[in-house]
């Protein structure tokens, strides 16, 4: 099992930008696709990004594509996100996520079986 702590989060004002981070514990991280999602007050949690076991291939929803940029360090046990000319409607609840290797491309919450507790972004307009 991995443990996830996101960190990052915070106030920032429309068009600035905010890096997430999501530190890992536990079972080695290059064991796990990767993903980020968030969920805004009333509405469902959402998919935003995701990332394979080695980097190679990662994912976005439409909604960050272009804006949002998701790595990760296995060395360093470390995901993040970069976050780039952010929109009041980014505004979440941000949570890192884990999937089995396997569940690489997954867009679906239901694959990943470990959370963060989740870093709050708020963007005014």
């Known amino acids: 099992q991995v443990q996830l702590v996101e960190s990052g989060g915070g106030l920032v004002q429309a068009g600035g930008a905010l890096r997430l981070s999501c530190a890992t514990s536990?079972?080695?991280?290059?064991?796990?696709?990767m993903g980020w999602f968030r969920q805004a007050p009333g509405k469902e949690r959402e998919f935003v990004a995701g990332?394979?076991?080695?980097?190679?291939?990662?994912y976005y929803a439409d909604s960050v594509k272009g804006r949002f940029t998701i790595s990760r360090d296995n060395a360093k046990n470390t995901v993040y996100l970069q976050m780039n000319t952010l929109k009041p409607e980014d505004t979440a609840v941000y949570y890192c996520a884990a999937a089995p290797a396997y569940k690489a491309g997954s867009y679906s919450y239901r694959d990943y079986n470990s959370w963060g507790q989740g870093t709050q972004v708020t963007v005014s307009s």
């Open positions: 536990g079972r080695t991280l290059s064991y796990y696709t």
């Open positions: 990332i394979s076991r080695s980097a190679g291939s990662t």
